[in-house]
């Protein structure tokens, strides 16, 4: 390729169409704390995503910090090492110890038979993610918080737009989270969102996020400051315009990739999920060496040469990592199928604009 073709690229809407947003920002001077764009995306999005509450945020990671703190989670938490290191680091950021289970080989998201092994007298919720956007186990795993009594957050930062049962994803567990991050279906430049089911969470959410205040000289709680100010905001109106547009169109990638990867031996794809609707939001592929003949890294270092930029999403794992490392729950043999996904995983480029030609010349590399 002659251009460097990555991982992702991120949509944005033709520039003269976002001018008239900042003109009204300008003009009414309003610029954060729950301004009228901030107002007019909650209620949008929650009717788009078909969600009763939303609160906006900075950004993801924010979003998940402040949703431990407004359940009051402490002690430990039950989480997947296979998923982008904001998902612990927001335990550590509250004070929590993160207790790794291993993921299921089907989609690599937590395992909900080895969940119970893993509860002690001080586990306090789980934490799982809708990795690459496909649904967990939500049934499953509800069962077991419910008679545990254990809260359940989901990282369902992947998970913009996924129905599951003919409803939001986004509506299964406690609290669900989400992330407008440039590199995800549906981007803010940066920003978050906390899903929640009743109005009171949801008001305790926004003085979270708002150094706890819940009147002019009142504190309720030592809250931290993650509001997503106006401009994010705009942009994310403009950007629901063209959310169903952009799905479809990483549609038709994905199936492309699909199709021209079926019979490449030692390439394996994970399955489309059943009863879902899909955003399509990454596209992984597994190498097995010995099958395929080169290893993982070799290709990845061959697709580079080539100009094409995948990555390895989830690699290494968050329970590699030195200030993890040290955890119990981190040790290899708990985690083989988390390891094994690990090291095999190449996540190929996938975004709208992505084209035909493009998509046969980076399949015809990995097909040699
Ligand atoms: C992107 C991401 C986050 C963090 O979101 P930011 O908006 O970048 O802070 C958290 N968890 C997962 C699984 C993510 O992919």
Redesign the pocket.
Known sequence: MEKPIYVTQPSLPDLEEFIPYLREIWDNKILTNNGPMHKELEKELASFLGVPYISLFA??????VTALQALRITGEVITTPY??V??THSLWWNNIKPVFVDIEPEFGNLDPDKIEAAITPKTTAIMP?H?YGNPCHVEKIQRIADIYGLRLIY?A??AFGVKYKGGSILNYGDLS?L???A??VFNTF???AIISHDSATKQRIDYLKNFGFAGETTIMAPGINSKMNEVQAAMGLLQLKSFNDSIEKRRVVANRYRELLKDVKGISMLPEPQETTSNYAYFPIFVDEKAYGMSRDALYEKLKQNNIFGRRYFYPLISEFSMYRGLESSSPEHLSVAHKMANEVISLPIYPQLDETTIVEITNILKY
């Not at 950004?59 to 998940?64: R, S």
């Open positions: 950004n993801g990671t924010l979003a998940l998923s982008f904001a998902t993610v990795v990282d930062a992947h989270i992330s407008f991050h590199t995800k940066e920003g978050g």
